[in-house]
């Protein structure tokens, strides 16, 4: 499965980016793709584009604060989720998916 993903906490430091590791590790390991955009303090890193939005399957949208653009996922299935719980149990929420 083709997925991507954004990740965002509210000081945009240490979970945007733990988030987006661990939802990376475990798309591996379970034989997905992904592609992690990071919305934190350094702004938005690693920039989804549209057709790679329009590309994948789903979107995991692992977000404590409002995701910028949200408008992009409109046409896709995506799965809206606290920061934690990438961090906590990343495998339920692509269960999810």
Do not use: S, W
Request: glycine share 6%.
């Amino acid at each position: 499965m083709k997925i991507v993903a954004v990740t965002a906490c509210p000081t945009g430091i240490a979970h945007t980016y733990m988030a987006a590791e661990k939802l990376e590790k475990t798309a591996k390991k379970l034989g997905h793709t992904i592609k992690v955009e990071t919305q934190g303090a350094m702004g938005t890193e690693n920039k989804l584009t549209q057709a790679e939005i329009d590309g994948a399957d789903a979107a995991i949208l692992a977000v404590d604060i409002a995701v910028e653009d949200a408008e992009r996922f409109d046409r896709i299935r995506k799965v809206r989720v606290p920061v934690q719980e990438a961090l906590k149990n990343p495998e339920a929420i692509f269960a999810k998916i």
